[in-house]
T-cell receptor, first 114, second 112 residues
């Protein structure tokens, strides 16, 4: 079965530290890839997405992600985190030609210390 | 700024009662999804519709849950009878054809 795996359950960083959250998926076909963020008590918001083209995609709030097809990975990065980035981050995959169903990873909780 | 809306935002009910949650998708989005989020299970897809037709409801407990789209502007998720284990945040999301899902604010359900 297709799955999405996020490497870290909880990451704790100090402000200005660099961030990298890992995401791997298991599916050999064409995929669309997403990162969503959920701030405490709020709904999921789209950070960035990859459908095709340049594998390095830039999203909102200074986030970026790189799609490496050979590694089935779509890691999220930010060079310098802020306290306001404290949230839960979800990687998700849509299997192309399968109805747009999102398969989510289990989420990574990011805590940024001021 | 178009958004998915959900009502109610919070619902507290007693075990055995019927619960109805409503979702208004973004105008022009033809696909609507229902998710449930809990600490233990994370985000689970319950059901989804395209052009108002149910495509997949395999994630939904059939005996007590039902999902419908009476028209293109309204999706409903009903639980009857509700149980404490149904306590969760229920999210609706909508998407245009072959594109990104946008999530609503969720309904936080507590079943006592």
């Amino acid at each position: 079965a297709q799955s999405v795996s996020q490497h870290n359950h909880h990451v704790i960083l100090s402000e200005a530290a660099s961030l990298e959250l890992g995401c791997n998926y298991s599916y050999g076909g064409t995929v669309n890839l997403f990162w969503y963020v959920q701030y405490p008590g709020q709904h999921l918001q789209l950070l960035l997405k990859y459908f095709s083209g340049d594998p390095l995609v830039k999203g909102i709030k200074g986030f970026e992600a790189e799609f490496i097809k050979s590694k089935f990975s779509f890691n999220l990065r930010k060079p310098s985190v802020q306290w306001s980035d404290t949230a839960e981050y979800f990687c998700a995959v849509t299997l192309y030609n399968q109805g747009g169903k999102l398969i989510f990873g289990q989420g990574t909780e990011l805590s940024v210390k001021p | 700024d178009a958004r998915v809306t959900q009502t109610p935002r919070h619902k507290v009910t007693e075990m055995g009662q019927e619960v109805t949650m409503r979702c208004q998708p973004i105008l022009g989005h033809n696909t609507v999804f229902w998710y449930r989020q809990t600490m233990m299970q994370g985000l689970e897809l319950l059901a989804y519709f395209r052009n108002r037709a149910p495509l997949d409801d395999s994630g939904m407990p059939k005996d007590r849950f039902s999902a419908e789209m009476p028209d293109a502007t309204l999706a409903t998720l009903k639980i009857q009878p509700s149980e404490p284990r149904d306590s969760a945040v229920y999210f609706c999301a909508s998407a245009p054809p072959r594109d990104t899902q946008y999530f609503g604010p969720g309904t936080r359900l507590t079943v006592l």
